[in-house]
């Protein structure tokens, strides 16, 4: 008798997911089923999600998969309770396409919207970074928002960040940064800024 061997899908992945949550995020972190390979799929450094290179189109599928994405160590996986893929992630999995600053000085928080919906504000176990390119030396901005998974903060929300930043003393310098959650975020050393 001849063994079927099933190949991973995205209705298959889709039905798993929607049948493991029961509201809000399933426990992904729980689950550890056989690995079935990569699928091919990629999340583009703008959050845009293909399926063998065509965009997916439909943004409640895009949110029910990005329940389910997990990261194990450099690989991102796809994962249900029955089955795990490993898709292609350019950059971050997410991009923060928004931000709402409450209260002020030390007391303020930023809390980010990511292109999925999650909603995270910055802080101690949500804490932004912000790269460098050596050559260009342009920012990349990130924000955790969970389990190892960050976003992208996109060009707009950035600004907008920059016009709120903030210098303090970080590791005997002056830096320019970002204050919330009662956590300083140093962007770029103060003698660095044009």
């Known amino acids: 008798m ?11 992945l889709a039905a798993s997911a929607r049948a ?9 972190h729980l689950w550890n089923p056989p690995d079935c390979g990569d699928l091919d799929m990629r999340i583009a450094r703008d959050g845009t999600w293909f399926y063998l290179g065509t965009p997916i189109g439909r943004p409640e599928l895009v949110r029910l998969f990005s329940t389910i994405l997990r990261k194990d160590g450099d690989r991102y996986v796809l994962v249900t309770p029955v089955e795990k893929v490993g898709i292609q992630v350019d950059d971050a999995p997410f991009v923060a396409v928004d931000f709402e600053a409450m209260g002020e000085g030390d007391a303020q928080d930023l809390t980010f919207v990511t292109n999925v919906g999650d909603r995270t504000t910055a802080g101690p176990d949500h804490p932004i970074r912000v790269t460098r390119d050596p050559e260009t030396g342009e920012p990349s901005p990130y924000v955790h928002v969970r389990a190892d998974l960050e976003a992208l903060i996109d060009r707009k929300s950035f600004y907008r960040l920059v016009d709120i930043g903030c210098h303090r003393d970080h590791e005997g310098a002056s830096w320019f940064g970002l204050m919330s959650g009662g956590v300083f975020f140093p962007v770029i050393p103060s003698a660095e800024l044009p």
């Open 2 to 12: 001849t063994q079927k061997i099933v190949k991973p899908d995205p209705e298959g």
């Open 20 to 28: 493991a949550q029961k509201g809000g995020l399933p426990p992904v």
